[in-house]
């Protein structure tokens, strides 16, 4: 069976290699520096080398992945790897996904996502925030887009949320369980790869009621909103929570409405 491995990236694979000596003196959060290094192929293939001389020793990423995959054909392997959108961690990215592919491995096109940092360097911290909190969503749904697809043409997904912000390694890890996929990460105490066991909240009864009640309905308003909460208040507060269903502020025009998250499992009971 083929598979498909997403893998949340972070910059582990740097601050090891300057832990050997190599790229000192230079901070992680040096943008300019780390920019004039992705420009330069041989400093880039300095890092490559650096992976390749120990791969699980030198990157968090590689110690899962390449735990899990074991021996199996790497033809059958697909890697999707996605980062902050910071030179650093696209160094990062460009060593690993040059390493994988030196090793037969497909990847697919990286994906850079709001890492806070680089748009408060540039812009006002409020658009700064507004911008990760939407990066991080937008991530959420892309994975999940990701996973169904794959599965749908009938590979195992795999989830690595090893590296990167605590954020988006949340976020990695809740589109694998929204999905049913394997989740798996390194146990520093064991110093072992770790399965999550499947974790979903399971709607039922009135819950599961409620939910194909919204399924064919884009947003309830007005006296229906009222309707259903005095029908249904205890499960609408559940969903809600679950993040199943989701309502506009009480300072605003009363809303309810299923979230993709809800149609997602709605679509699996059929």
């Given at each position: 069976m083929k598979e498909l491995h997403i893998i949340s990236t972070g910059i582990s694979l740097l601050t090891n290699a300057q832990k050997q000596g190599f790229f000192l003196d230079k901070k992680i959060s040096d943008e300019e520096h780390w920019q004039s290094l992705l420009n330069?192929?041989?400093?880039?293939?300095?890092?490559?080398?650096?992976?390749?001389s120990d791969p699980m020793k030198n990157s968090a990423e590689m110690n899962t992945f390449l735990r899990v995959v074991g021996d199996k054909p790497v033809s059958n392997i697909e890697v999707y790897l996605f980062g902050t959108k910071?030179?650093?961690?696209?160094?990062?990215?460009?060593?690993?996904?040059?390493?994988l592919k030196d090793y037969g491995f497909s990847i697919y096109t990286p994906y850079e996502?709001?890492?806070?940092?680089?748009?408060?360097?540039?812009?006002?911290?409020?658009?700064?925030?507004?911008?990760?909190?939407?990066?991080?969503?937008?991530?959420?749904?892309?994975?999940?887009?990701?996973?169904?697809?794959?599965?749908?043409e009938g590979y195992k997904v795999f989830f690595n949320?090893?590296?990167?912000?605590?954020?988006?390694?949340?976020?990695?890890?809740?589109?694998?369980?929204?999905?049913?996929c394997e989740i798996y990460y390194m146990n520093e105490e064991f110093h072992e790869v770790v399965f999550l066991p499947k974790l979903f909240y399971i709607?039922?009864?009135?819950?599961?009621?409620?939910?194909?009640?919204?399924?064919?309905?884009?947003?309830?308003t007005g006296k229906e909103v009222d309707e259903l909460e005095n029908?249904?208040?205890?499960?609408?507060?559940?969903?809600?929570?679950?993040?199943?269903?989701?309502?506009?502020?009480?300072?605003?025009?009363?809303?309810?409405?299923?979230?993709?998250?809800?149609?997602?499992?709605?679509?699996?009971?059929?």
């Open positions: 330069s192929p041989s400093e880039i293939q300095k890092l490559v080398g650096f992976l390749k910071t030179a650093s961690n696209e160094l990062c990215r460009r060593a690993i996904e040059q390493f996502v709001s890492g806070y940092f680089w748009e408060a360097k540039y812009y006002e911290t409020s658009y700064a925030i507004d911008k990760f909190k939407l990066g991080v969503s937008e991530l959420l749904d892309r994975l999940i887009y990701l996973a169904k697809k794959k599965q749908k949320p090893t590296g990167g912000l605590k954020a988006h390694v949340i976020a990695t890890a809740l589109a694998g369980i929204l999905t049913e709607p039922k009864g009135r819950e599961l009621e409620l939910l194909r009640k919204l399924s064919d309905k884009k947003v309830i029908n249904y208040m205890e499960e609408i507060d559940r969903l809600e929570i679950y993040g199943l269903i989701a309502r506009m502020p009480e300072e605003f025009q009363k809303a309810l409405w299923i979230t993709s998250k809800g149609l997602l499992f709605i679509a699996e009971q059929k």
